[in-house]
């Protein structure tokens, strides 16, 4: 059965750090992309970052423009975690953090739709605030 659970979430100040995990189990996780997604109050859920699938033994990432050059997704096949590193937190940042995957077998493309995850987390709570 495949299962993702987040971890990692809390309260921060403004320019702290946080890691995000996302420990997924019932697949094999280079066949897979990997995404990060967000829910702030009262805003749509927002696509955040993606590792996509192994292709040709290495792995594509993707950055929304709100988190490039602060954010780092990364991932541990050998202990099938993704990470996402999050530094110079900003109180914008504070939501709901959810890690979704799809399997992509050789693929380096990072679907871009949230409909085309089938597999989901339970999210983590990340609040930056002073």
């Known amino acids: 059965q495949l299962q993702l659970v987040e971890s990692g979430g809390g309260l921060v100040q403004p320019g702290g750090s946080l890691r995000l995990s996302c420990a997924a189990s019932?697949?094999?996780?280079?066949?897979?992309?990997i995404d990060w997604f967000r829910q702030a109050p009262g805003k749509e859920r927002e696509r955040v970052s993606c590792?996509?699938?192994?292709?040709?033994?290495?792995?594509?990432?993707y950055y929304a423009d709100s988190v490039k050059g602060r954010f780092t997704i990364s991932r541990d096949n050998a202990k099938n975690t993704v990470y996402l590193q999050m530094n110079s937190l900003r109180s914008e940042d504070t939501a709901i953090y959810y890690c979704a995957a799809v399997r992509a077998y050789g693929s380096s493309a990072c679907p871009g739709r949230q409909s085309e995850y089938p597999y989901w987390g339970q999210g983590t709570q990340v609040t930056v605030s002073s």
């Open positions: 019932g697949f094999t996780l280079p066949d897979y992309a």
């Open positions: 590792t996509s699938a192994r292709s040709r033994n290495t792995y594509m990432t």
